[in-house]
């Protein structure tokens, strides 16, 4: 049983198109947070959410806390957003993860 | 302001031994977690300490241990090392004790067990 899937799992764009990654968990949370990981490890965190909207840049977080989803859009996409972004809920005491989404944005 | 530190970036170990691992958070944040990240499991919650207290484990077997000292540095230490303990390992510190936060994450180190 996965607590958080996320969709799709491998994403190709080509560079300007609008990308929307999705979340959906099962638990009940205190926040969830949107990561993006590039090739070497080094894992930034792009979101905290517990509610609402937030936007940074060409980037922007939703969540619907009563359908249990969030959704990462990124606008006007380039190859330097090509990295994995994971969904990531903390439930209180316990964080779980997405499996995470490749994201390929192709000149 | 520098970012959160772990050391080694990287090492190789074999079967049975032991291994320490070491996270220097950002200065002023007192909480700091720890996480696993391999092919197959992808990320792994393991531990998570404040004010030198472990607050929340995840699943992870006895053999999975780790500490935080007054200076909010945190080392991970796992004994009797098994083929599957390779992996990435990363930490995270947040300024605040509570459940939401920013994480900001180190760059992580990638242990081989042969």
């Known amino acids: 049983k996965n607590e958080v899937e996320q969709s799709p799992q491998n994403l190709t764009a080509q560079e300007g198109e609008f990308i929307t990654i999705n979340c959906s968990y099962s638990?009940?949370?205190?926040?969830l947070h949107w990561l993006q990981q590039h090739p070497g490890g080094g894992i930034v965190s792009l979101f905290m959410?517990?509610?609402g909207k937030k936007k940074h840049g060409r980037l922007i977080a939703t969540i619907n806390i009563q359908e249990k989803h969030s959704s990462l859009h990124i606008t006007a996409s380039h190859p330097r957003d090509s990295a994995v972004y994971i969904c990531?809920?903390?439930?209180?005491?316990?964080?779980?993860f997405g499996t995470g989404t490749s994201l390929t944005v192709i000149p | 302001k520098a970012g959160v530190t772990q050391t080694p970036r990287y090492l190789i170990k074999t079967r049975g031994q032991q291994v320490t691992l070491s996270c220097s958070p950002i200065?002023?944040?007192?909480?700091v977690s720890w996480y696993q990240q391999t092919p197959g499991q992808g990320l792994q919650f393991l531990f998570e300490?404040?004010?030198?207290?472990?607050?929340n484990k995840g699943n992870f077997p006895g053999r999975f241990s780790g500490r935080q000292f007054s200076n909010s540095r945190s080392e991970m230490n796992v004994s009797t090392l098994e083929l599957g303990d390779s992996a990435l390992y990363l930490c995270?510190?947040?300024?605040?004790?509570?459940?939401?936060?920013?994480?900001?994450f180190g760059e992580g180190s990638r242990l081989t067990v042969l």
């Open positions: 995270a510190s947040r300024p605040s004790s509570g459940y939401t936060g920013e994480l900001f």
């Open positions: 638990v009940g949370i205190s926040a």
């Open positions: 959410l517990s509610s």
């Open positions: 990531a809920v903390r439930t209180g005491n316990q964080f779980y």
């Open positions: 200065s002023g944040h007192r909480s």
């Open positions: 300490y404040f004010s030198e207290t472990q607050r």
